[in-house]
Every structure is written in structure tokens, then in C-alpha cells.
């Protein structure tokens, strides 16, 4: 059950983790001019989707209650352990999530490699096809998927079968691939999880929802995803991608997108880079 937050303990358990964080650890510029070692609050919000004033207003112990979303946020803006996260969902009135279930917490090594890549986009996604994590190329492509939506709704399979909308970054000649290689990876995830209760969720409401995966599930297809190209509908036009998994713990995916040798894709990710530099400048 949810408790009281604890406003002040909250307050200084958020100041003094950012202290101890240096911009490296989460891929940004030293600079030449910060008071402190640790990172400024407004980097903290840029990592964790949050705004300057919510985030200042949780330091100076007068900010409203975080939901468990923010909690999540503030755990992988943080680089935080699982006790530390366990703490911080505490210290916020909440109940620490019960790890027996697939953990949505990225692990503070993953988040070290995701933050140190520059030219590749990279994110960590579950088994289940929910993005945990983005690095800033990656949103560029894909959109922000960390925020938004919860629970089964989150799924990137989900939005493919539900929302016409979802399929709009990827070309129509490949839609039928992208729909074989979601299900077919839910096969391979659902043979080793099929009991788990977030996993019954997500088969049953597409089953439900989507005549197309309801077919595709018939068939049977089993695959964990490996290399394999990506085209990406983008500001800057069509960018093709080698996708690889790089690492796997604890049902989490890292995943990276990098330039095939002698594309010109890689220029294309630094223009894409510029104009979403130039896009947040602007607003």
C-alpha cells in the first residue's frame, strides 16, 4: 500500500545522488564553468522528461506528491541501484514494485553504455517490447516512448496493432515484416514467461484487439530477434539502420542502430542530430 511522502528526506536524497552523478556518466559535457561536480537541475530534467520548475520544486521539499511514473523517471535520470529505487519509491509514499514481475528498473550499466554512444541510436527495451530507455538519436527516430502510456498499453507491439498511427516511421513495403518479427519475438518471450501476469496481459488484449496478430499468433512463428536493417521515416528522409541486440539481463534489451559501412547514413544522423537541436532551441 502507498504511504505518506516524506517531502524533506525526498528533497535531500534527490540533491545529494545528483551531486554525485558527473555530466560523463550520462554522456553529457564537463563544461568549463560549473560550481559543482554533479549535474545542474535542469539536466536532470532533460533526463528524466520532467520540467525544470516540477523537478526544483521536489528539492526545495515543497513540490506535490511524484507519481510512480516520475518515481520511474527520476530512478533512471538518477543512475539509481535497485535499493536505491526501493528508497526513492519510499521516500515518495509509494510501494516498492514487486521484482518477481519483469523489472522495468535499467540497470545503471546499461544506462552508462546507452548514454556514452554518440553516433548510433540505442535504447533498452523489455521483453515485451516497452522502451525503458532512450538516447537522444533514438528519440529522434522513434519518438519518445519512454513517457506516455503504462502497463500493456506501453508496448510497442501494442501501438503497432492498435494505432494506425504507430506505423507511420516505417515504410509501407515493410509493415508486414515489422508485424511478423513482433510476433514472432512475443513467441520466444511468452515460452519463457507465459505465466507471468504481464505477459498474459499484453497476449489476451491483442488477441482481442487485432484480428492481424490474433492470425500471426496462429502461426506458431518463434524468433528472438537478431541483426537485422531498420528504415526510419525521418525530418531528414528515409535513414537505414543495422540493428543488433548488444546485450541481455534480465528479460532487458540493449539495443543498438548504427550506420551500415559506406551508407551515408551516418551523415544523416548528425543532420537529424542538428535539426532536433535547432527544434528545441526554437521552442
Known amino acids: 500500500m ?6 524533506a528526506a525526498l528533497a535531500d536524497f534527490l540533491r545529494r545522488r545528483r551531486e554525485a552523478i558527473r555530466p560523463s556518466d550520462v554522456g553529457l559535457p564537463a563544461g568549463v564553468r560549473r560550481r559543482t561536480a554533479g549535474l545542474r537541475r535542469e539536466e536532470v530534467a532533460q533526463l528524466t522528461g520532467m520540467s525544470v520548475d516540477y523537478y526544483g520544486r521536489l528539492e526545495q521539499a515543497r513540490g506535490p506528491q511524484p507519481s510512480t511514473q516520475m518515481v520511474r523517471a527520476l530512478a533512471r535520470g538518477l543512475r539509481l541501484t535497485d535499493d536505491e529505487t526501493d528508497h526513492l519509491y519510499r521516500l515518495a509514499g509509494h510501494a516498492v514494485p514487486d521484482r518477481t514481475r519483469a523489472s522495468t528498473h535499467v540497470r545503471p550499466a546499461l544506462m552508462f553504455v546507452l548514454d556514452q554512444l554518440r553516433d548510433a541510436a540505442a535504447f533498452v527495451g523489455s521483453d515485451t517490447d516497452v522502451i525503458l530507455a ?18 500493456f498499453r506501453s508496448n510497442l ?3 503497432w496493432f492498435t494505432d494506425p498511427t504507430s506505423r507511420a516511421l516505417a515504410p509501407q513495403g515493410e509493415h508486414d515484416e515489422h508485424s511478423r518479427t513482433f510476433v514472432a519475438d512475443l513467441r520466444a518471450a511468452w515460452a519463457r514467461r507465459r505465466n507471468d501476469a504481464d505477459m498474459r496481459e499484453l497476449i489476451d488484449n491483442l488477441l482481442a484487439h487485432s484480428p492481424e496478430f490474433a492470425a500471426l ?21 528515409a535513414i ?12 532487458q534489451r540493449l539495443v543498438v542502430l548504427t550506420p551500415p ?3 551515408s547514413a551516418l551523415e544523416q544522423l548528425r543532420l537529424l542530430a542538428v535539426v532536433g537541436e535547432q527544434a528545441v532551441g526554437s521552442a
Open 2 to 7: 502507498d504511504g505518506s511522502m516524506d517531502r
Open 134 to 151: 532512450q538516447n537522444e538519436l533514438a528519440r529522434l527516430l522513434m519518438g519518445d516512448r519512454v513517457a506516455g502510456d503504462t502497463g
Open 157 to 159: 507491439s501494442w501501438k
Open 217 to 237: 499468433w496462429a502461426r506458431h512463428e518463434v524468433a528472438a530477434r537478431h541483426m537485422q536493417q531498420k528504415t526510419f521515416l525521418t525530418k531528414v528522409g
Open 240 to 251: 537505414t539502420l543495422d540493428c543488433e541486440v548488444l546485450a541481455t539481463v534480465d528479460n
Open 261 to 263: 559501412a559506406g551508407s
